[in-house]
């Protein structure tokens, strides 16, 4: 259970009504406790993450016909009702298969401030075998997006794409960040490549209507030349490969769900669309202790490819004082509809650093057990290493 946040170190930067941007993991701790987060069960210490908390699963899932939004005035529950196919008891367990949407309830609940609102993500380890996640709201116009002041239940959409998983009740797919006021977003985001800074965002082409948009990050680059020794440069899942248990580490073959992707000598992987790989950039990535940072998909004009379905960086990744020294940005990577030639260098995606009200009490990395924080090119943490 969460406990002590009245004496969490940087607590009082959460008394300072005016401050702004994303709330550190002490401060959502305090927001537990003052019933911003109500749950059917007290949140464990685990689930609160240096700015993020995980959202659990409830007991039960609904196989749903299509994806959906509630839509203004419109409740989530109504929408299942006329568009459930049947229901799945997951207190014992229960897979959820691969092509199929499901709506489920979380445990969570949220009753914010006015001043607070907040934003969902997958988990990394949601992301990373293509499960597809994303949290809605009643009356809500988007995924992921949270209006302050939002009082009311939350539930994810939840689409296995590649992989049939085994979920149960408490099981965390995604998480939630909750963030007062407008974001603070960093002007100057270190993101280093093997040749120094990643260049700036606005050097990259583009199109006029993203130019607002370039402070906000800077650019991320695939890595498609791979370990010079073996020439890896990324894996391609198996297609009708087993079930894979969400809640279990480090219990499964890589070689039984993967298939290794080596350096071609065009020097670039053509993607199919009916394939999903996870690749790397060539950037290492380092997030300061007060910030966050999130990745956003390249513009779909400037290439036929989707990157990375979770995208969110906890403050402390990569830092040397953590127990790394810089990691690499794994990117999960589908083509759209046709076939589309990635080269080595092409600009994929777009890193967003925003500041915190203040230094987590808690950072990302081996002092929490982190999953990646010294990763290069890695699989979810259900597999063998």
């Not at 993450?49 to 994806?67: E, T």
């Not at 009708?240 to 000598?265: N, T």
């Not at 995208?311 to 402390?316: E, L, Q, S």
């Not at 046709?338 to 092409?346: S, T, Y």
Request: neutral net charge; glycine residues 12%.
């Amino acid at each position: 259970m969460v406990q002590g946040a009245e004496t969490e170190p940087g607590v009082s930067d959460r008394r300072r009504a005016t401050a702004t941007g994303l709330l550190p993991s002490q401060s959502l701790r305090a927001a537990v406790r003052d019933g911003w987060v109500p749950a059917e069960a007290a949140l464990e210490d685990a689930q609160v993450q240096p700015a993020s908390i995980d959202l659990r699963l409830g007991a039960i899932a609904y196989r749903v016909r299509a994806s959906f939004l509630s839509g203004p005035g419109a409740t989530v529950a109504a929408k299942v009702d006329a568009m459930a196919m049947h229901t799945i008891d997951l207190t014992r367990g229960a897979v959820l298969e691969r092509g199929c949407v499901y709506i489920v309830p979380l445990a969570e609940r949220l009753a914010l401030p006015e001043d607070v609102g907040g934003i969902a993500n997958p988990k990394s380890s949601t992301g990373r075998l293509d499960v597809f996640a994303r949290v809605i709201t009643d009356h809500g116009a988007e995924f992921d997006q949270i209006p302050g002041g939002y009082t009311g239940p939350l539930y994810a959409e939840v689409s296995p794409r590649t992989f049939s998983v085994l979920v149960r009740t408490g099981s965390c797919l995604v998480q939630l960040r909750l963030r007062r006021g407008q974001p603070q977003y960093c002007e100057s985001p270190p993101v280093v490549g093997p040749g120094g800074p990643a260049a700036p965002g606005d050097s990259d082409p583009g199109v006029d209507r993203r130019r607002a948009l370039v402070t906000k990050g800077r650019a991320v680059t695939v890595d498609i030349r791979g370990d010079p020794a073996t020439g890896l440069i990324g894996y391609r899942a198996r297609r009708h490969a087993g079930l894979i248990d969400v809640d279990r580490v480090g219990a499964y073959a890589p070689d039984e769900f993967w298939e290794p992707v080596r350096a071609g000598s065009h020097g670039g992987l053509i993607l199919d669309p009916n394939e999903f790989y996870i690749l790397a950039s060539k950037e290492a990535v380092t997030v300061p202790e007060d910030q966050a940072a999130e990745m956003v998909a390249y513009d779909t004009l400037l290439g036929e490819f989707r990157v990375h379905y979770a995208g969110f960086f906890d403050p402390g990744f990569g830092l040397t004082e953590t127990g790394a020294t810089g990691a690499r940005a794994v990117l999960e990577v589908r083509s759209h509809e046709v076939p589309f030639l990635i080269e080595d260098g092409q600009v994929v995606g777009r890193l967003w650093y925003e500041r915190l009200t203040a230094r987590p009490d808690r950072l990302y990395g081996r002092g929490i057990g982190s999953s990646y924080n010294r990763q290069g090119l890695a699989l979810s943490k259900h597999f063998r290493r």
